[in-house]
């Protein structure tokens, strides 16, 4: 994720975003289906529309976004979670999470993956705090992944692999006019995880 969104550039983004991403964060929570007693991460959650719309699903919500525009704006709209405790806001990225290992049950990213940097260090932290078993679910502007390389989701899979996020999953998204695509994984169990990563040392 980018420290770019902020200043007045940042405050153009957020009214942007706030209209222009309710489909797709819906879409994204709709696909994780988060129960009443779950922990869920969300990963660039931007004027804090998909959080918004995650309250009512889950328990608990912990979230990260490096932008201090991005933080006021989403602080305003969710103002009584943050003060009931339900969510819990940190200006950081996916590379630094603030929780301890298997601390989630699930982690939502919309638009925002395409932003990690670096990649490996952001995946490598996700898959440290999401209980096993735990999916994270993403969805992305198709225009993104085409933009920064061919068969950049096929890299994104190889990386997961390795760190124990399995079962990899693309699909052609509702949102945007189906110009967005999922992804999802699935934290392997910490035997298959330490498998994986046997393979991935034996093949490098």
């Known amino acids: 994720m980018s420290l770019g969104f902020d200043g007045i550039p940042g405050r153009l983004a957020a009214a942007i975003m706030a209209r222009r991403n309710r489909p797709a964060e819906a879409e994204a929570i709709d696909r994780l289906r988060p129960a009443a007693t779950d922990t869920v991460l ?24 490096p932008s201090e525009v991005m933080h006021g704006t989403a ?19 996916a ?20 932003l990690w940097d670096p990649l490996p260090a952001s995946i490598a932290e996700i898959s440290r705090v999401l209980r ?11 225009w993104a992944p085409d933009r920064r390389r061919l068969g950049w989701l096929d890299q994104v899979s190889a990386l997961c692999a390795e760190y124990g996020l399995t079962e990899a999953t693309i699909w052609r998204g509702r949102a945007e006019h189906g110009r967005i695509i ?11 995880r330490r498998a994986a990563q046997a393979h991935a040392g034996r093949s490098s």
């Open 132 to 142: 096993p078993g735990a999916r994270l679910v993403t969805l992305t502007h198709d």
């Open 75 to 93: 602080a305003k709209i969710n103002r009584d979670a943050l003060a009931s405790g339900q969510l819990q806001l940190a200006r950081t990225t």
């Open 182 to 192: 999922g992804f999802e994984v699935r934290r392997a169990p910490v035997a298959q």
């Open 95 to 114: 590379a630094r999470l603030p929780w301890p290992a298997k601390s989630f049950d699930g982690a939502l990213a919309v638009n925002s993956m395409q």
């Open 42 to 65: 969300v990963i660039g959650f931007g004027p804090g529309v998909g959080l918004k719309l995650l309250q009512p699903w889950c328990a608990r919500i912990c979230a990260v976004d």
